[in-house]
């Protein structure tokens, strides 16, 4: 077990935060030494969704790449999938605490309104989640993704095309629900608590759903 | 008791319709150099993804000292499989770098011995910053022989580690393997289709033929039950009547036999007017395994 | 020795044979060592135990002889042990041979004899 924690901190809790962390300081330092480079500013409205939305993808590549390499080193399964738990946890956690500090940050350093002009008070709002009610919804978001990811990179190996299409659709879901959870957030759309309950309830739906496939995918993998 | 032998016993495998492995059974004993010989598709990878617990099995176990393998970290470290690297995956190309896979020998290997991981690093000139698809085929085949013996584990087994290697590498790779296990003594298996350059290196053969092993016996012993006979077609059939032919080739009147038989049973032919020539390991797999390509 | 190794004959004979022309040659006198199971191994990339398959051959013939912990060594007598043994493979593999293929030319026993001291005394002319 020792070992399989040890693998997943080395080469994917770290590595995502990492990447991350790179990429939040990025946009935070072009937009500070550049505020009038308009591109700049449209990175900066829609950063809050990366480290969130590649969840998905970094589960999905936790099933078709890093499982491989563990297993072809001898990794016990049921090592790596309860490991793995722990991993999506920290991974999940960790990126939905990074949006809220670059956020937090964005707001101290930068002159928002000038960056984003008209825009401003929309994505501004998604930056500081100046309203509270986006945050279970972003948070379940974070912990549930990566399980979905990791069903899908199981169910890959089964059904190439239909795999895709659903990644496809997730992303776009995943993109549409994370911009429902902004302008919730900073008043634009004025939805009532129930459809953010129903959303949560979605997403740990589906999340339990990607637990169960990957977890019985796991107990007969295979290195390919 | 079984302190580290690796028995699989009635293993079982299947892909959809295709039966790769059927009803197998194999005993790999502790310190020796073993080559696992096979066609292409004969399954070998397969049977050392189930040996190794890498793979799963329809049926059979297989144990090693005694316990089972699969899931069990106790057998589980102490055995390397070193698979050949795959420059794509099947969801794109393979952008792990070299040290990715350094770490996690050091991690997963007990024995990892870094020292010699380095040392053999530095020889081949491999960039541990490397992604994997960036690699040459040489120096793929290069990592996975030195995550192999860097494990220091004592079961070993590599899959095609030569594969990719020119003339000069090979030949380093079996002073590196047999200085390794002079060094050890521990126990290796080499899956090879490189038969002939191999065939000195090996204590003993292993040759999986259609979902069995049809040998597991001393490289030696197992050729020196083979000879090619040839000679006047009358001749030869008079001599090997009574032996095992398996192969028979005609030219004009003359006839080339393939024979297994024991030494003691050539006398006749000894005084008789024919050639008997040994067969090197690359022709007895020929002969043992070529069925299909030879009906004439 | 030789350099390399043919890969028509076992390789165990082969070392064994290599290691008899070095005794006949006097390479390696009587109570010398000769070369241990891990330096042939390492010599010709070969594995151990075939080099010391070849090597106990020799000890079985009573060519070598083990010393515990050191090696083996060249036995006392062990020259002409080896030319005794070579001699009956030279009667079976040479000598044996050339009569039968003088026999399928239709050699007679003179024109043989004659050709073989021949062939001698050119040898014995090169030697010059």
């Keep these: 077990m020792k070992q399989a924690l040890l693998f997943l901190w080395d080469q994917y809790i770290s590595m995502i935060l990492r990447i991350n962390l790179a990429l939040g300081l990025l946009i935070l330092g072009v937009n500070y030494l550049f505020p009038q480079v308009a591109i700049f500013g449209s990175y900066l409205t829609i950063y809050p969704l990366f480290p969130i939305i590649f969840l998905l993808i970094y589960g999905y590549s936790f099933t078709t790449l890093y499982r491989d390499l563990a297993l072809s080193f001898q990794c016990r399964r049921t090592d790596l999938f309860w490991g793995s738990q722990a991993a999506f946890l920290a991974t999940g956690l960790g990126c939905a605490l ?7 940050l964005a707001a101290h350093l930068l002159d928002l309104t000038a960056i984003m002009g008209k825009e401003g008070p929309l994505f501004q709002g998604g930056i500081l989640w100046a309203k509270p009610e986006a945050i279970p919804v972003l948070l379940i978001a974070a912990l549930t993704l990566q399980p979905m990811g990791a069903a899908l990179g199981c169910l890959y190996e ?38 953010i309950l129903w959303t949560c309830v979605g997403f740990v739906a589906l999340g339990l759903v990607g637990e169960l496939t990957y977890y019985r995918s796991n107990k007969n993998a295979v290195v390919r | 008791m079984n302190e580290n032998i690796l028995k699989a016993k009635g293993l079982c495998k299947s892909y959809g319709s295709n039966e790769v492995l059927k009803d197998l059974d194999l005993e790999i004993q502790p310190g020796k150099i073993y080559g696992l010989i096979g ?13 190794t617990g890498q793979n799963t099995k329809n049926a059979g176990e297989v144990t090693y000292g005694g316990e089972q393998v699969w899931e069990n970290q106790k057998a589980l470290s102490q055995i390397c499989f070193s698979r050949e690297l795959q420059p794509t995956l099947f969801t794109g190309q393979n952008a792990l770098k070299v040290k990715n896979y350094l770490k996690m020998g050091k991690l997963f290997y007990p024995g990892w011995d870094q020292e010699y991981a380095d040392k053999l690093m530095a020889e081949f000139k491999v960039d541990p910053k490397k992604k994997i698809h960036q690699l040459s ?12 013996l860097a494990s220091r ?98 030219l004009g009147k003359h ?42 | 020795m030789r350099e390399e190794l043919n890969e028509k004959d076992l ?31 390492r010599g010709y990339s070969i594995n151990p135990a075939t080099a010391a398959k070849g090597l106990n051959l020799l000890v079985d013939a009573g060519v070598l002889y083990k010393r515990r912990g050191i090696g083996m060594f060249v036995a006392k007598g062990a020259k002409e042990t080896v030319r005794e043994k070579r001699k009956a493979a030279f009667f079976d593999g040479y000598v044996k041979p050339l009569v039968q293929e003088g026999k399928f030319l239709g050699l007679t026993r003179e024109e043989l004899l004659a050709m073989v001291s021949m062939a001698q005394s050119e040898g014995e002319n090169d030697d010059e």
Excluded at chain 2, 137 to 148: E, N, R, Y
Excluded at chain 3, 20 to 25: A, G, K, P, V
């Design chain 2, 39 to 51: 066609r292409n598709g004969a399954g070998k990878t397969t049977l050392l993804g189930i040996l």
């Design chain 3, 11 to 41: 390789i165990y004979l082969q070392i064994a044979r290599m290691l008899e022309d070095d005794i006949l040659r006097e390479v390696y006198r009587e109570e010398e060592g000769v070369p241990s199971t891990n330096e042939l191994a």
């Design chain 2, 255 to 296: 006839k080339l036999v393939t024979v297994r038989a024991d030494a003691n049973k050539l006398t006749a032919a000894q005084n008789a007017d024919v050639d008997i020539t040994p067969l090197s390991l690359q022709k007895v797999f020929v002969a043992l395994c070529g069925h299909e390509d030879t009906q004439q």
């Design chain 1, 98 to 104: 990074l949006t809220a500090v670059m956020g937090f």
């Design chain 1, 158 to 195: 089964k059904h190439k095309i239909i795999t895709t299409v659903i990644l496809v659709v997730l992303m776009l879901l995943g993109v549409a629900s994370t911009m429902l959870c902004l302008f919730i957030a900073d008043g634009t759309l004025p939805i009532s608590p129930s459809v």
């Design chain 2, 137 to 148: 085929k040489g120096q793929m085949s290069m990592v996975t022989i030195l995550i192999a």
């Design chain 2, 153 to 250: 584990a004592p079961l070993t087994i590599l899959d095609e580690p030569a594969a990719g290697l020119d003339v000069v590498a090979r030949e380093r790779f079996y002073q590196l393997l047999l200085e390794d296990y002079m060094e050890t003594g521990r126990t290796f298996i080499v899956s090879t289709h490189i038969i002939e350059e191999a065939a000195s290196v090996f204590e003993q053969v292993i040759i999986l033929d259609e979902g069995k092993i049809i040998e597991n016996r001393p490289t030696e012993e197992l050729i020196a039950q083979f000879h090619g006979i040839s000679g006047r077609e009358d001749v030869v059939d008079e001599v090997t009547r009574g032996m095992e032919v398996l192969s028979t080739q005609m």
